[in-house]
Structures are given as C-alpha cells and as structure tokens.
Nanobody, 124 residues
Framework: QVQLQESGPGLVKPSQTLSLTCTVS??????????WTWLRQPPGKGLEWMGA???????TYRSSLKSRTSISRDTTKNQFTLQLQSVTPEDAAVYYC????????????????WGQGTQVTVSS
C-alpha cells in the first residue's frame, strides 16, 4: 500500500518561495510507473493540477504556473518536492500530493493514492 504525506510550512509570506515535500512509503518514486503529482485546492474553488514528475525524473507543469513552479525528487529519501516562487495570497490553498497513472487529473479519485493535504496560508 502506497502512502503519501505532505510536509512543509503552513504560512508563507508574499513574494517568498513555497516549498513542500511529499514523503512516499510503500512504493518507489524511482521505479513505480506513476506520475508523482502536486495539486491544490484554493478556498471555494476546485482542485487544480499543478505538475508532476515521473520515475525518470521528467517533469510536466500546468502552463499557467510553469514559470513559478519546480518539482524535483530525492530518490534516496523517496521524496518529491514542490517549489512555488513569488507566492501571492492567491496561492493560499490546501496542497496535495498524489500518485497514479493519470497526468493532469483534477479529482483525487482519479489517482491511485494521495496524501491528506496540507493547508498553506500566504500572509505577511
């Protein structure tokens, strides 16, 4: 059973970089044929797919966020990380990591596994 757990600061100041880590257990990010994905859900809005990294380390990003988003991985720790630069209050959301064979899905039920989510507030 694959389990994912998000971690990172719950509060980020405007213009700073948000960095979140997803720790994976029960499966290898280096060998599993999944897309390791980041999504977010702003208050009152739907789930937004942000980007993903595959087992080869190749990344794909939402076009509207591509200039500010970076997804990387540490295979020794079985973790993958989201960095979102120059955050604004509009980036406040619950952030989820997920894994599955789908790329770009906007519902957690489309993924095989997902974390519980972590709330991020953007405020000075």
């Amino acid at each position: 059973q694959v389990q994912l757990q998000e971690s990172g600061p719950g509060l980020v100041k405007p213009s700073q970089t948000l960095s979140l880590t997803c720790t994976v257990s029960g499966g290898s990010i280096r060998t599993s044929a999944y897309y390791w994905t980041w999504l977010r859900q702003p208050p009152g809005k739907g789930l937004e797919w942000m980007g993903a990294i595959d087992r080869r380390g190749s990344t794909t990003y939402r076009s509207s966020l591509k200039s500010r988003t970076s997804i990387s991985r540490d295979t020794t720790k079985n973790q993958f990380t989201l960095q979102l630069q120059s955050v604004t209050p509009e980036d406040a959301a619950v952030y989820y990591c997920a894994s599955g064979s789908i790329l770009g899905g906007t519902s957690l039920s489309e993924y095989d596994y997902w974390g519980q989510g972590t709330q991020v507030t953007v405020s000075s």
